[in-house]
């Protein structure tokens, strides 16, 4: 099905189920325990050994001499693979990630050996016997170092630059000028889930358990990286703990975990440490960013610029698109964004919860409140005077699909009491608080992926749904549901979903948040094309209701069971959406609001109240998406006020690699959080008119809490993260 032009009425348009706030339907599995994760296929994995994969201890150079005579000795050992005796593989693909092929180390934490044996404690334990010599190199480890050699990346995913008007001198005329620096740290997903695999061959075919978001770039570089037809290779994710990115990439656990199961003629287990996932995985990269915006003196910006740097490895490294949304959010016709790429030789950067706007929007966001201060003007009417309808670099011939930003400014204001607020800085006391609120706007574009699914509806009229469509823990198996039950008259509880498994048609996969809308509508098309099969079947026409199990044409009525009939219905079809979706920008917006407290003594911040205004096209399930919402705002608090991996810059690695010493949100950090979903439809999304959603919540939250630190204390920092120490050392007010 192409989707080539604006959604008209269709049977999604009942919202019976699509739309309610229903509880996942795969709930019940997972606090049960019954819910599979790729470490825990056993029965289907007899007699498998365990994996254990040993990282790198250097940043950058070279393998100079490897012992592994002890390892191999030891208890239980089965196989320790080296660069000296594992197999060639491939490189040629984009996702391919090749194992053990050489004595160089690119980075620390790179596997450099991959020890197997009876037992995950045994392997543990041989794996600490394995010596490695290594002639270490100097590494480029400090952003702030290298940023003045950093060269424009590669177009791909990050445009390098763009130019609107011209910025030079539409900046020296305006009569207000703002010219800041801020800087973001490098930060970990630490998803609950670490990567994990289990490999299984039988003959040459291979079928592989593990974490990963997009099922086809999952098969595509396994299969690539071990040179094997890929209708040989099966995938299978159907439960994910926690990606935010860092499972959109092929690491060790996967290729090693095959490579060793092919050897060895018995199924392979590996799961990464929490340590491990921390160098050997992918990061958030830091980012410098400078934001310069002239304005007049009633705030209407003239001219905008957005400039960002980045580091990643030289080979294949790729920026972080952090001035990306300021292309998006605001109006001025002399423009200018530009991203930086600098070599590091840390572990490799890659795409984390809203990569871009995440970082970008923590200096944007904290910008617009520092010009309107300037200009002595509300923060939020500066955002709502600067309000555009179409994209502000390519003007009125590409218009938003739908924008409500101002309507969520102006909800977010009158609920948080945003009147109340007093504009002077260090002003409002409670006791030894110090009191502060603070504005963000929040923007995420709405990207779509080709997608299919296929239903099967039997003689007991029981539905189900099978896509490579994954769930990491948004609701993908309950969201799904609705729209299958939507479209076919039925119960939630009379459809059966079937995800992950490159056996089922391919879909989205869950990235971008372009998951439930893409994958959504290629459930939509499968659905249209059997309700039109059931139809034919039962001799109605084209206007048939399903409703309730039925399905009927005038006076005549007929279950979906007896249409079925004993061997069943079958669809699949696929949802395609060609140039239509470049012909409007689209984008989900958002306006977030807090307060904070911070301590006169100690500057200790503690969130008191946060609201999230958001709209984002059809809600699907407001229950599933007001969770992502609250865990985007959760993260963004982390980001603003704890989170940074520090580099150990003598050595070239993430040195709080664990959750002891990476401070993320726990529940004593969150306070009460609300979320409102304006009510919206996007007919140019797609044909169930959603957008994305679960990056949203994370964009901008940082910023309204360093606004509301900064309305507290009169202290602005543009370090992130907010620790109290910068706070003291850029002088609190005295108690």
């Given amino acids: 099905m192409d989707f080539n032009a604006p959604a008209t009425a269709n049977p999604s348009d009942r919202m019976r189920v699509i739309g309610q706030p229903l509880d996942r339907v795969d709930g019940p599995l997972k606090v049960s325990g019954r819910a599979h994760y790729s470490y825990e296929y056993h029965e289907e994995a007899p007699n498998a050994a365990y994996g254990w994969l040993v990282g790198a201890e250097i940043g950058k150079g070279k393998i100079a001499g490897i012992d592994t005579a002890a390892a191999e000795a030891a208890p239980g050992v089965l196989l320790v693979l080296t660069h000296r005796n594992a197999p060639a593989q491939g490189k040629d693909s984009d996702y391919a990630a090749p194992q053990l092929q050489g004595t160089e180390v690119l980075h620390h934490g790179q596997a450099v050996a991959f020890v197997v044996a009876e037992s995950l404690e045994q392997a543990r334990a041989a794996a600490r016997l394995v010596k490695v010599d290594y002639a270490a190199e100097p590494g480029r480890y400090d952003l702030a170092q290298e940023r003045s050699r950093a060269v424009a990346p590669e177009p791909g995913m990050v445009k390098p630059e763009t130019r609107a008007g011209d910025f030079d001198a539409g900046f020296a005329a305006a009569p207000v000028q703002l010219d800041v620096t801020y800087t973001t740290p490098d930060q970990s997903h630490a998803m609950m889930e670490p990567h994990a695999s289990t490999a299984v061959w039988e003959g040459d075919e291979l079928t592989l358990y593990t974490s990963h978001q997009i099922l086809h770039w999952a098969a595509e570089g396994v299969a690539a990286t071990l040179q094997m037809p890929p209708e040989k290779l099966r995938v299978v994710s159907r439960y994910i703990g926690g990606g935010f990115g860092s499972k959109l990439v092929v690491y060790g656990d996967a290729v090693l975990s095959a490579l060793a199961a092919r050897q060895l003629r018995r199924p392979v287990k590996v799961a990464l440490t929490r340590q491990q996932i921390f160098n050997h995985t992918t990061h958030r990269p830091a980012t410098i960013q400078r934001l310069r915006i002239g304005a007049d003196a009633e705030g209407r910006i003239a001219a905008i610029a957005h400039e960002s740097w980045s580091g990643d490895q030289e080979s294949g490294g790729t920026a972080e698109g952090a001035a990306s949304q300021t292309r998006l959010l605001y109006a001025g016709k002399d423009r200018l964004t530009r991203h930086r790429l600098a070599t590091l030789d840390l572990p490799f950067a890659g795409a984390m919860r809203a990569p871009g706007e995440a970082v970008g929007l923590l200096a944007l966001e904290c910008a617009m409140d520092e010009l309107a201060e300037k200009l002595g003007m509300d923060p939020v009417e500066l955002r709502i005077r600067n309000d555009v309808a179409y994209n502000p670099e390519e003007g009125p011939s590409k218009p938003y699909s739908t924008r409500k930003l101002v309507e969520c400014l102006r909800e977010g204001a009158r609920r948080f009491g945003w009147d109340a607020r007093n504009p002077r800085p260090a002003q409002v006391r409670d006791g030894r608080w110090l009191v502060g609120l603070g504005v963000a706007a929040a923007v995420r574009p709405n990207p779509v992926m080709d997608s299919g699914a296929r239903l099967h509806l039997d003689g007991q009229g029981r539905l189900t749904v099978e896509t490579q469509m994954t769930d990491i823990g948004t609701g993908s198996y309950t969201i799904l549901a609705q729209v299958a039950a939507e479209m076919l008259g039925l119960e939630v509880g009379a459809v059966t979903v079937k995800l992950g498994d490159t056996r089922f048609p391919q879909a989205s996969g869950s990235g971008g948040s372009w998951g439930a809308n893409s994958s959504g509508a290629g459930v939509y098309a499968a659905a249209m094309k059997l309700r039109g099969i059931v139809a034919q079947r039962a001799g109605f026409n084209d206007e048939a209701v399903f409703e309730d199990g039925t399905v009927r044409s005038g006076q005549r009525s007929l279950t979906l069971a007896e249409v079925a009939g004993e061997a069943g219905l079958s669809a699949e079809a696929e949802i395609t959406f060609g140039d239509?979706?470049?012909?409007?920008?689209?984008?989900?917006?958002?306006?977030?609001?807090?307060?904070?407290?911070?301590?006169?003594?100690?500057?200790?911040?503690?969130?008191?109240?946060?609201?999230?205004?958001?709209?984002?096209?059809?809600?699907?399930?407001?229950?599933?998406?007001?969770?992502?919402?609250?865990?985007?705002?959760?993260?963004?608090?982390?980001?603003?006020l704890m989170e940074e991996a520090v580099v150990d810059k003598r050595h070239g690695l993430f040195i709080n690699h664990d959750l002891a010493e990476y401070q993320v949100p726990v529940h004593a950090d969150i306070p009460h959080m609300d979320v409102v979903f304006l009510e919206e439809e996007d007919d140019k999304s797609s044909p169930i008119k959603a957008k994305g959603i679960g990056e949203l919540g994370i964009c901008g939250v940082g910023a309204a809490v360093a606004n509301a630190v900064y309305n507290a204390t009169g202290v602005r920092i543009r370090d992130y993260p907010l620790t109290l120490d910068k706070l003291l050392k850029a002088g609190m007010p005295q108690a």
């Fill in 580 to 640: 239509f979706s470049k012909q409007y920008e689209q984008a989900g917006f958002g306006a977030h609001f807090c307060e904070v407290r911070v301590d006169v003594e100690t500057a200790e911040i503690r969130i008191r109240r946060m609201l999230s205004v958001a709209a984002a096209g059809r809600v699907l399930n407001p229950k599933t998406a007001r969770s992502q919402c609250l865990g985007g705002m959760t993260m963004g608090i982390g980001a603003a």
